[in-house]
T-cell receptor, first 117, second 114 residues
């Protein structure tokens, strides 16, 4: 079974600064996907960024980027130029790769990020 | 393009009643997943369905909970004889067919048990 651990229950950052959220995972799989989802106060689940384990290059999406360290099983999220709208709960998630089928997501417990003006 | 549609947004039931939660996947998506989020916790997988088939129900409680995704119509998560501990947000997600694809989430149904 896979496990995902987010060791920071809460974090805060000043507007326009950079913040990094940590995530580690445990798996015996060699091929998988990692995700960061954002859950704002509206409680929607919004996909922020996705990383395929077989790709060495770190994924980026505008102000969001990841530091994927496969050997260390670490998958941190960096948010640059933080904005007030980034205030949300952030969940790290793991998905095993299946060639012909979908797969469940395994989530961490989340990190509540607050961006202060 | 409509996203994943869940209804109702909020559902209140008394202990012992039945709760039915509905999920219409995004257009073109044939895979549906249900997750439960207890207060102050992360999302936990419950069940994965394709049309007319349950693929993985390993996260579903053995009693009182059932799920279906019929050939026509939305996926339904059914909770019989609800108890206070069933109070949670229930999220549905969908993905296209084929190899592991990102899941797109609905806005969730918040179930409250009186």
């Amino acid at each position: 079974a896979q496990t995902v651990t987010q060791s920071q229950p809460e974090m805060s950052v000043q507007e326009a600064e950079t913040v990094t959220l940590s995530c580690t995972y445990d798996t015996s799989e060699s091929n998988y996907y990692l995700f960061w989802y954002k859950q704002p106060p509206s409680r929607q689940m919004i996909l922020v960024i996705r990383q395929e384990a077989y790709k060495q290059q770190n994924a980026t999406e505008n102000r969001f980027s990841v530091n994927f360290q496969k050997a260390a099983k670490s998958f941190s999220l960096k948010i640059s130029d933080s904005q007030l709208g980034d205030t949300a709960m952030y969940f790290c998630a793991f998905m095993k790769h299946w060639r012909t089928s979908g797969s469940r997501l395994t989530f961490g417990e989340g990190t509540q990020l607050t961006v202060n003006p | 393009n409509a996203g994943v549609m869940q209804n109702p947004r909020h559902l209140v039931r008394r202990r012992g009643q039945e709760a039915r939660l509905r999920c219409s996947p995004m257009k073109g998506h044939s895979h549906v997943y249900w997750y439960r989020q207890l207060p102050e916790e992360g999302l936990k997988f419950m069940v994965y369905l394709q049309k007319e088939n349950i693929i993985d129900e390993s996260g579903m409680p053995k009693e009182r909970f059932s799920a279906e995704f019929p050939k026509e119509g939305p996926s339904i998560l059914r909770i019989q004889q609800v108890v206070r501990g069933d109070s949670a947000a229930y999220f549905c997600a969908s993905s296209p067919s084929g190899a592991s694809q990102p899941q797109h989430f609905g806005d969730g149904t918040r179930l409250s048990i009186l």
